[in-house]
């Protein structure tokens, strides 16, 4: 049982090439190099648990999900290496609080066999670790939870309700789904791309501005390498606005101020001089159907279907009118919603259920940047623009079915706000990844 070692490692990339991306590379590099400082005095030997399939409980249900590293120490104890790539905020102060690893813990009881195991959840782009010794006793509990989670799944799978969201564009049983009366099942084709494609209206903003980083992040999923060289305060004002309408009104000052207090915000006059001028135009008290929604709608076709999934900052009934807000801390860039493609996505993405409510469909921005004086013209879509709006949308689905290259853009201007731009071989503005390093994590 060698300890990891750097020659381990070597000429991994060029035994995956040309399969494996540049950018796919630079993440095992920097996964290789955090294993390295994290495991390399650790010496172990995998073994085979049985977890590459389903394991069948004594509840008759099969439990799959991933098992990373299962391995046996040079003493004989157990350990499993959880490995984590998301770059998630919510980091576990317990391993054992992450579902993933507590299923883990479950399905590895025949291996176990009664010994303790070594749970060890890390984030290999960041060098977190968080780990501790799980006990026999403890499996109990874990029983109990994974019961009340599955008690869940089997009493909504009794009366299944069909309800239009994110999860639409993933799901696989479409076919005769209530909320898709017109989806079928497409399986996948000999490209990489999915039988039904998803399209929101930020995935065909990034489409637009580069395939390249279209196909890293939309299909492939790879961890981000640099950050968004924008500001965070867009998205507090989004999140403070969600809040103070879930729990209460706009209106309603000390409640407004007591939203504000616990997000750490309230000193913050710009977000309260927005919370204000949105105070002026919001129509409560209206019928609330929902705030940070997310809508789903269904294209089909034998060559280009596509799942569409709009997200809505605020979608009010009054009036006769579906009223669809978008909150903009920003510049106007349009005098019309209606030349704006994302509005135009969100507004087919809702006529559905706009008609379904006997209402005319109205989609907003309201913009709450002081120096903004007059929001652009709202959007209110009839018939021919919902076809054209399709139309446009399957002409660029079928542009995306038919690229092969997604080659990058290499222009300054648009990847100085790649989120790839550090490790994209055509970046033409190369850096260094915002991913911490081992060097720095030493020199602390």
Request: proline share 8%; with cysteine.
């Amino acid at each position: 049982m060698a300890e990891p070692a750097a020659s381990d490692f070597e000429g991994i990339g060029a035994m995956l090439e040309p399969e494996v991306l540049p950018e796919e590379r630079a993440v095992l590099d920097q996964a290789a190099r955090w294993y390295l400082e994290i495991f390399g005095d650790r010496p172990a030997r995998w073994e085979d648990p049985g977890t590459d399939s389903p394991t069948l409980s004594r509840r008759g249900v099969r439990v799959g999900g991933w098992v990373d590293l299962p391995l046996r120490r040079p003493d004989g104890g157990f350990e499993l290496r959880q490995f984590d790539f998301s770059g998630r905020k919510d980091l576990p102060t317990d391993p054992l609080e992450d579902p993933a690893l507590r299923v883990a813990f479950l399905r590895l009881k025949d291996w176990l066999a009664g010994a303790p195991l070594q749970l060890v959840w890390v984030d290999l782009l960041r060098g977190l670790k968080v780990e501790r010794s799980v006990a026999e006793r403890e499996r109990p509990t874990a029983n109990e939870w994974f019961d009340e989670r599955l008690k869940t799944v089997m009493s909504r799978a009794e009366a299944p309700v069909a309800r239009s969201g994110q999860d639409c564009a993933s799901c696989a049983v479409l076919s005769g789904c209530p909320e898709h009366k017109k989806a079928a099942h497409y399986g996948r084709r000999s490209d990489l791309l999915p039988g039904i494609l998803h399209v929101t209206p930020t995935s065909l903003d990034t489409w637009r501005r580069c395939p390249r980083e279209w196909r890293d992040h939309q299909l492939f999923g790879i961890p981000a390498s640099d950050t968004d060289p924008g500001g965070v305060h867009g998205q507090q004002l989004h999140d403070a606005l969600h809040m103070i309408h879930v729990e209460g009104s706009c209106h309603d000052l000390e409640h407004v101020g007591d939203v504000l207090v616990r997000r750490g915000l309230d000193h913050d006059d710009r977000l309260w001089g927005e919370i204000e001028r949105h105070t002026a135009r919001c129509p409560s008290p209206a019928d609330v159907v929902g705030h940070e929604l997310t809508r789903a709608r269904f294209s089909p076709d034998p060559i280009t279907p596509f799942m569409a999934t709009a997200r809505i900052d605020a979608l009010w009934a009054h009036d006769g009118l579906l009223d669809a807000r978008d909150y903009k801390s920003g510049q106007v860039w349009s005098d019309r919603v209606a030349d704006d493609k994302q509005a135009r996505l969100q507004a087919w993405v809702l006529a559905p259920l706009a008609e379904g409510r006997g209402l005319r469909l109205r989609v907003s921005f309201e913009h709450l940047a002081s120096e903004v004086v007059d929001d652009p013209e709202p959007f209110e879509p009839d018939a021919d623009d919902l076809l054209a709006i399709e139309a446009d949308l399957r002409r660029e689905v079928a542009t995306i079915r038919g690229t092969t290259e997604f080659a990058g853009v290499a222009d300054p201007e648009v990847c100085v706000r790649c989120r790839y731009r550090s490790i994209c071989p055509e970046s033409a503005t190369p850096g260094v990844p915002v991913w911490p390093t081992v060097e720095a994590e030493e020199d602390v």
